[in-house]
T-cell receptor
Framework: DAKTTQPPSMDCAEGRAANLPCNHSTISGNEYVYWYRQIHSQGPQYIIHGLKNNETNEMASLIITEDRKSSTLILPHATLRDTAVYYCIVAGNNRKLIWGLGTSLAVNP | SAVISQKPSRDICQRGTSLTIQCQVDSQVTMMFWYRQQPGQSLTLIATANQGSEATYESGFVIDKFPISRPNLTFSTLTVSNMSPEDSSIYLC????????????FGQGTRLTVV
């Protein structure tokens, strides 16, 4: 079973920030939080990952709560091309990625 | 990053036949993974393929049905044997450079339809 809980779907207006939540209350101390997305008919794409500090890259920001039981992926200025299914995964070293159903994000014009 | 080429991109096959899917990576990688994604579902790991050893299969998947080869550090194949309509899925190859907290890269997938 997936170790994360995500809302099944979200909407966001183009140009606005998309904030995608993820609950991972059973995360272990050595497990990282990974975010991937899958645009329709494509393979999944890595976005970002983190352990306990907030992380930012050219695609997104990852905010992890102090107790590490939840996190939020932030797409600062969503575009139509960001419409995809977003997967939050927790995994440790030498780990298998266990995929849940993710959040289907629709960015609307 | 790693560039992964998967072939074929799609195929329609008769039940009872077998299909071999190829995964070519543009650089040497330690771990390669094969996933299945059934319609409307998430990804399910079939097996982990490491060069020089037999693949490690996940629960519910067996070597006779999904034989895997990993002849070198840049190539792997997955065969879907004795296909039935229930095998209609997208099959995805994935790689990681090391086992230590690196991101996974995916091919574009093979969309298989069994009729």
């Amino acid at each position: 079973d997936a170790k994360t809980t995500q809302p099944p779907s979200m909407d966001c207006a183009e140009g606005r920030a998309a904030n995608l939540p993820c609950n991972h209350s059973t995360i272990s101390g050595n497990e990282y939080v990974y975010w991937y997305r899958q645009i329709h008919s494509q393979g999944p794409q890595y976005i970002i990952h983190g352990l306990k500090n907030n992380e930012t890259n050219e695609m997104a920001s990852l905010i992890i709560t102090e107790d590490r039981k939840s996190s939020t992926l932030i797409l600062p200025h969503a575009t139509l091309r960001d419409t995809a299914v977003y997967y939050c995964i927790v995994a440790g070293n030498n780990r298998k990625l266990i995929w849940g159903l993710g959040t289907s994000l629709a960015v609307n014009p | 990053s790693a560039v992964i080429s998967q072939k074929p991109s799609r195929d329609i096959c008769q039940r009872g036949t077998s299909l071999t899917i190829q995964c070519q990576v543009d650089s040497q990688v330690t771990m390669m993974f094969w996933y299945r994604q059934q319609p409307g579902q998430s990804l399910t790991l079939i097996a982990t393929a490491n060069q020089g050893s037999e693949a490690t299969y996940e629960s519910g998947f067996v070597i006779d049905k999904f034989p895997i080869s990993r002849p070198n550090l840049t190539f792997s194949t997955l065969t879907v044997s004795n296909m039935s309509p229930e095998d209609s899925s997208i099959y995805l190859c994935s790689v990681e450079r090391t086992a230590m907290n690196t991101e996974a890269f995916f091919g574009q997938g093979t969309r298989l339809t069994v009729v």
